[in-house]
C-alpha cells in the first residue's frame, strides 16, 4: 500500500510562481528517485524534473532556471519550486516515484490542476 499524494495546484498569473509538493506513504523501504510530469490539454504527458539517489537532478529544457526540484527524505516528500510561469505550462501535474516496498515500482500520482492564466 504505497500511495502518492500531490498538493500545492492552483491558478496562478502569468509571471507567478508556485510550489507543488508530493508526499509518499505506505510500506516504504527506500525511495530510488522521484519527479514531477504534466499533461496538458491534448497533448502527451511529458518529463518536468526529476531527482535520483545522491540528488542528482534533471530538468526539461524549457523549465531550466524557473523550477527547482527538491526532496525531504525525512518526509518521503518531493517538492516543485515554480518561478515564472507561463501561459502555456497550464497543465496537470503529477508525482512519479520509484519506490522499494516489497517488490521495486513505479509509482504515480493522481495530478494536481496547475492554471496559468490572467
Known amino acids: 500500500q504505497v500511495q502518492l499524494v500531490e498538493s500545492g495546484g492552483g491558478l496562478v498569473q502569468p509571471g507567478g510562481s508556485l510550489r507543488l509538493s508530493c508526499a509518499a506513504s505506505?510500506?516504504?523501504?527506500?525511495?530510488?528517485?522521484m519527479g514531477w510530469y504534466r499533461q496538458a490539454p491534448g497533448k502527451e504527458r511529458e518529463l518536468v524534473a526529476r531527482?535520483?539517489?545522491?540528488?542528482?537532478?534533471n530538468y526539461a529544457d524549457s523549465v531550466k532556471g524557473r523550477f527547482t526540484i527538491s526532496r525531504d527524505n525525512a518526509k518521503n516528500t518531493v517538492y516543485l519550486q515554480m518561478n515564472s510561469l507561463k501561459a502555456e505550462e497550464t497543465a496537470v501535474y503529477y508525482c512519479n516515484a520509484n519506490i522499494e516496498s516489497f517488490k521495486s515500482a513505479e509509482y504515480w500520482g493522481q495530478g494536481t490542476q496547475v492554471t496559468v492564466s490572467s
Open positions: 531527482i535520483t539517489g545522491g540528488s542528482s537532478t
Open positions: 505506505g510500506i516504504i523501504f527506500s525511495i530510488n528517485a
